[in-house]
């Protein structure tokens, strides 16, 4: 597949993040995705967390399967490592990479067909892994490399572009997180950038499995009026759960006000923003909770979206399996093959 590059034009007023970069330099090969698609919106937002949060580029390894999502890490990050896999099977690829070398970023991109179809199972063992990557599920209900059929994620009644209804009941990628032991779950909009990109940063940061299952309306085949993934419905049935941000961590900034108020606060960087405390009949560290709610906002037609649930208390795989702190490729041949003489040790732990 052919890419289009962008010029590398930079103005010289461009703004620059902590290590000097623009936001150019965070970008990708031009998109060939419909005009109008909601994963652009999504990789405009990857583009502009990663900038804010001042990540180096070459310490973002990027992994996609089959599909238009997957397409899309092609369109940020240039500068760092990237590998398309196999359609369902990115999950094994950011496991056996992250495996090698946990000091970088993890940058997953699917679909709802790519991850909730023939990658389920790859998907559900990421989180039962508690892989420490940010896996990011652009969500529009349909294949839309072979012309708009029914994916796993599309909701009983809604109908096709030629008028087939769908009645096989949906796999919610949200519910299945909650219920595998994901330690971060959030839902998006792909047309909510002041939401999604605090998520992605959020995502970034947190140690472990993060899932944001954003929702991404496809122009082409999935954005008319019986379907339950375009933007007009999205829009009408759009339910945030909490008003959230997410700052770098520094020097800690303290504030005391009571639940339900808003406070502006001045950050690091000179900005400023107004957080909210959240509405009190809602826990984000409470899975069981949030499972419900969330079904019961489904059984409505009612997507919640925002930081669903968190947990940062969880270890992540290598902490599980106890792996060496260093990364494998940064380790000398002696360490990494010992050689026969350390065998009878190495069997000795498991007599």
Not at 94 to 121: E, K, Q, R
Not at 202 to 212: C, N, R, T, V
Request: net charge negative; aromatic share 8%; hydrophobic share 35%.
């Amino acid at each position: 597949m052919s890419y289009m590059r962008k010029p590398k034009i930079v103005h010289p007023g461009l703004k620059k993040n902590a290590l000097g970069l623009t936001r150019r330099d965070y970008e990708g090969a031009m998109s060939t995705l419909c005009a109008g698609c909601g994963h652009d919106s999504i990789t405009a937002g990857i583009i502009q967390a990663c900038f804010e949060l001042s990540v180096e580029p070459h310490r973002v390894a990027k992994v996609s399967g089959i599909g238009c999502s997957s397409k899309t890490p092609a369109y940020f990050l240039s500068a760092s490592h990237g590998f398309n896999a196999v359609h369902g099977r990115m999950p094994a690829v950011a496991t056996g990479a992250n495996a090698a070398n946990p000091d970088l970023y993890y940058i997953g991109v699917s679909g709802d067909g790519d991850s909730l179809s023939i990658g389920l199972g790859q998907f559900c063992h990421a989180m039962r892994r508690n892989l420490d990557m940010l896996y990011i599920i652009e969500n529009n209900g349909v294949y839309g490399l072979t012309k708009g059929q029914f994916s796993a994620s599309a909701d009983v009644g809604t109908k096709a572009k030629k008028g087939e209804t769908n009645e096989q009941p949906p796999i919610d990628p949200v519910l299945t997180a909650l219920a595998l032991g994901s330690t971060f779950v959030a839902r998006s909009f792909s047309g909510d950038k002041e939401q999604l990109v605090p998520l992605i940063k959020a995502g970034l940061k947190h140690k472990g499995f993060a899932l944001i299952d954003v929702l991404s309306p496809c122009v082409t085949f999935n954005d008319h009026e019986d379907s339950t993934k375009s933007y007009a419905f999205t829009r009408q049935h759009y339910h945030p759960a909490l008003e959230a941000d997410f700052v770098q961590p520094a020097d800690e900034i303290m504030a005391d006000y009571d639940a339900g108020a808003a406070i502006e606060i001045d950050l690091h960087d000179g900005s400023r923003i107004m957080l909210r405390k959240t509405a009190p009949d809602y826990d984000a560290q409470n899975r069981g909770l949030a499972f419900a709610y969330i079904k019961d906002k489904l059984r409505l037609g009612e997507y919640l979206t925002g930081l669903l649930f968190v947990d940062e208390d969880g270890r992540d795989m290598h902490a599980v399996n106890q792996t060496v702190s260093q990364p494998l490729n940064s380790l000398d041949w002696d360490a990494v093959c010992p050689g026969s003489s350390a065998m009878p040790g190495i069997l000795s732990r498991y007599s």
